[in-house]
């Protein structure tokens, strides 16, 4: 398990050092930042997926302008990948899971601007942008692999009661 941990993290580094720039592809990436996420404690660390989550633009210097600009493309990538996730999780939940959702992402965006532009202030030394950016993705791609968990039958939220 740990081998397919491993290449799922070498891949999806290969793919992106590759230049993808399909929306297909991207999805797929952002798929396989997914899978290293849900694995994690068991087959992947936390390390392994922020060097993948991040991988796109790590060639650039932190809080530079193409950095920036590359952090705020991946941003746009994965808030598509959440509304795609999000639509596709309501036509499955129950009307009492969806209202549940709906309620838990109004207070969701709110909790994430507080703990990004927190993070933002503690690393204003390095690049605050950077930073408010990269904790934007990296809650993104959480939240995102929460609403996978679910679709897959895993999630015991409260929210997560699927249509039979």
Not at 42 to 60: G, I, M, S, V, Y
Not at 79 to 96: F, I, P, Q, S, V
Not at 147 to 154: A, H, M, P, T
């Amino acid at each position: 398990m740990l081998a397919r941990a491993i290449l799922t993290v070498a891949a999806l580094t290969g793919a992106q050092a590759g230049g993808l720039h399909s929306a297909a592809a991207q999805g797929a990436v952002q798929d396989q930042t997914v899978a290293c996420l849900s694995a994690m404690g068991a087959q992947t660390t936390w390390d392994q997926c922020r060097r993948a989550l991040f991988e796109p633009c790590a060639q650039d210097a932190v809080g530079s302008a193409p950095h920036l600009a590359c952090l705020q493309s991946q941003k746009a990538d994965w808030r598509g990948y959440l509304d795609t996730k999000t639509e596709r999780l309501n036509t499955r939940l129950t009307t009492e899971g969806s209202g549940q959702l709906s309620d838990l992402l109004g207070q969701w965006f709110g909790f994430v601007g507080n703990k990004c532009s927190a993070v933002a202030q503690e690393k204003a030394a390095i690049s605050a942008d950077a930073a408010m950016l990269g904790c934007e993705i990296s809650e993104f791609a959480g939240l995102a692999t929460e609403f996978d968990s679910c679709l897959q039958g895993n999630s015991t939220s409260p929210y997560c009661t699927l249509k039979d």
